[in-house]
C-alpha cells in the first residue's frame, strides 16, 4: 500500500514568506508526527497528533509554526515569516496509534528560506 | 531530558568486516529502542528495535540489545556488505515522541 507521502518536496522561499507543508498519512493511521532534521543533525521532534488533535507540541520551536489536521487524515504545517534557520528537512511520520506503535516516515520536505 | 548519543563518523569498512556502532542513551521513564536507516535518496526505515531491558532487535544481519544497566543500544553485523552503505540514526522513544541521536555515515568499500 502506499507509505506516508509529502509535498512538495522541496520548498524554496524568501525570508519572512510563510510556506505551507502537506503530509499525507497511511490511511488508517491515526497518529501523525512532524519532525525537523537540520544538515548534519538527526530528525528533532515538533509535533504529534492523535486524531484531529494535537497531542503534544512541545517541540514547537517559537509561535511562528503551527499545525493542523482537521479530518484527522492529512496535516498541514504552516510557517510564518521564515528565517533563514528554518531551512532544514521537514519529516512527517504516521502511525496506526500513539505510544510503541512504529512511525513510518515520509520522504521529507526540504524547505530552503533565502 | 531525554538524548542519545552516538560515536562519531563517518565510517568506512570494507566488505564482510564486522560493524559496531556505539549508542548511549539518557531517558526519563522506560523508553523503547530504535535504530533507524536512511539509504542514499531514501527516506527514513526502521531497521530494528527493542522496547524493555534485556531485549535483542535484529534484522537483515543486524542486532542490537537493551541494556539497562549501560543505558546502550549499540548495533553489530559479522559480515558488512556494500549496500549497507547508509546513515544510521539511533534512536529513543517515550510518550510517542522519538528522539534521535545525530547519525553516523557508514560507508562500505568492495
Known amino acids: 500500500g502506499a507509505g506516508v507521502s509529502q509535498t512538495p518536496s522541496n520548498k524554496v522561499t524568501e525570508k519572512g514568506k510563510y510556506v505551507e507543508l502537506r503530509c499525507d498519512p497511511i490511511?488508517?493511521?491515526?497518529?501523525l508526527y512532524w519532525y525537523r532534521q537540520s544538515l548534519g543533525q538527526g530528525p528533532e521532534f515538533l509535533i504529534y497528533?492523535?486524531?484531529?488533535?494535537?497531542?503534544?507540541d512541545s517541540g514547537l520551536p517559537n509561535d511562528r509554526f503551527f499545525a493542523v489536521r482537521p479530518e484527522g487524515s492529512v496535516s498541514t504545517l504552516k510557517i510564518q515569516r521564515t528565517e533563514r534557520g528554518d531551512s532544514a528537512v521537514y519529516l512527517c511520520?504516521?502511525?496506526?496509534?500513539?505510544?510503541?506503535?512504529?512511525?513510518?516516515f515520509g520522504p521529507g520536505t526540504r524547505l530552503t528560506v533565502t | 531530558g531525554n538524548s542519545v548519543t552516538q560515536m562519531e563518523g563517518p565510517v568506512t569498512l570494507s566488505e564482510e568486516a564486522f560493524l559496531t556502532i556505539n549508542c548511549t542513551y539518557t531517558?526519563?521513564?522506560?523508553?523503547?529502542l530504535f535504530w533507524y536507516v536512511q539509504y542514499p535518496g531514501e527516506g527514513l526505515q526502521l531497521l530494528l528495535k527493542?522496547?524493555?531491558?534485556?531485549d535483542k532487535g535484529s534484522n537483515k544481519g543486524f542486532e542490537a540489545t537493551y541494556r539497562k544497566e549501560t543505558t546502550s543500544f549499540h548495533l553489530e553485523k559479522g559480515s558488512v556488505q556494500v549496500s549497507d552503505s547508509a546513515v544510521y540514526f539511533c534512536?529513543?522513544?517515550?510518550?510517542?515522541?522519538?528522539?534521535f541521536g545525530k547519525g553516523i555515515t557508514l560507508s562500505v568499500r568492495p
Open positions: 511520520a504516521s502511525s496506526l496509534y500513539g505510544g510503541t506503535y512504529e512511525q513510518y
Open positions: 490511511s488508517g493511521h491515526t497518529a
Open positions: 497528533f492523535q486524531g484531529t488533535g494535537a497531542a503534544d
Open positions: 531517558a526519563t521513564g522506560y523508553p523503547s
Open positions: 527493542a522496547t524493555k531491558a534485556d
Open positions: 534512536a529513543l522513544l517515550v510518550n510517542s515522541k522519538l528522539t
